[in-house]
């Protein structure tokens, strides 16, 4: 995509983070809007920010774990604006905690928000984006599409595949016109980690150290610059580069990195048996005496 200014961008995840920052800097280009959240409030707030920019905003409510309302959403989307020329998926949630306790359930509230969605709505759109000139998708990908740690299989598995979709549609499509981009931030510090599921009672997915993370503009920035050079891949952040390029040159030092904190977690669980041993045994002395 050569140019923003006068292109219409349909943008899921809008209202808060790296959504809420896409959405300033396509404005800022000169890009029109169709902005879908599931925060009504947020959703608001942000339409009414964008308002005196020069371009037109219309914004909906959606559940993107909502099949039915995914396609009203997309159909209402065509006949308000006339036409997509940007999708952008950009919506995600995630789930911490270990695997072996996560509910079939939250594996499907996660995948459909994460994977299904992205496709569905692609699917809809792809017929319409290739009469289009010049079109172009963006999936939100993460690192967590390239790279794997514990306590996030359902986050990696939907973003391993959302990176395999991508690629997908770039190798088909390209061909055809279609820009295609996977963004592949490190971590950002939005509401992902507050909105996310923990599997552990009264705890909160643990935020990653500030030092480590991107801002919801850097990566706003780096997907306006991949969208322009149409790029493949976009990586943001040294943590996310250093990663991407050992996956490829080292990954045994990650399976040394995942087996090295498995083994400290092991040390702990040892240590935390030793001891409800030995106030078991006190209990017993305490019982005889």
Known sequence: MKTLAGRT????????????ALARALAAAGCHLFLVDRDADGLQRLQDELSGSGVTVRSVVCDLADAVSVDRVVMRALEQTGGIDLLINNAGVCCYGPTDQMTQAQWDWL???????????TQALLPHLLLRE?????NMCSISGL???GRLAAYHTSKFGLVGYTEALRAEYGRRGVGVTAICPGPVRTNLYDSGQSLRDGTRVPLPPAWLCATAEQVAAATVRGILGDRRRVLVTPMAHGLSMLSRL????IDFANRFSRNGR?????????EQ???AEQQEIRKAG
């Open 250 to 253: 080292a990954p045994w030092l």
């Open 266 to 274: 092991r040390r702990r669980l040892e240590q935390v048996r030793a």
């Open 277 to 279: 041993r030995r106030q």
């Open 111 to 121: 995948m459909s928000i994460n994977l299904l969605s992205p496709i569905r709505i």
């Open 9 to 20: 961008a349909f943008l899921t995840g809008a209202a808060a983070g790296i959504g809420r």
């Open 147 to 149: 790279v794997a740690g």
């Open 134 to 138: 010049d079109p172009h998708i963006v």
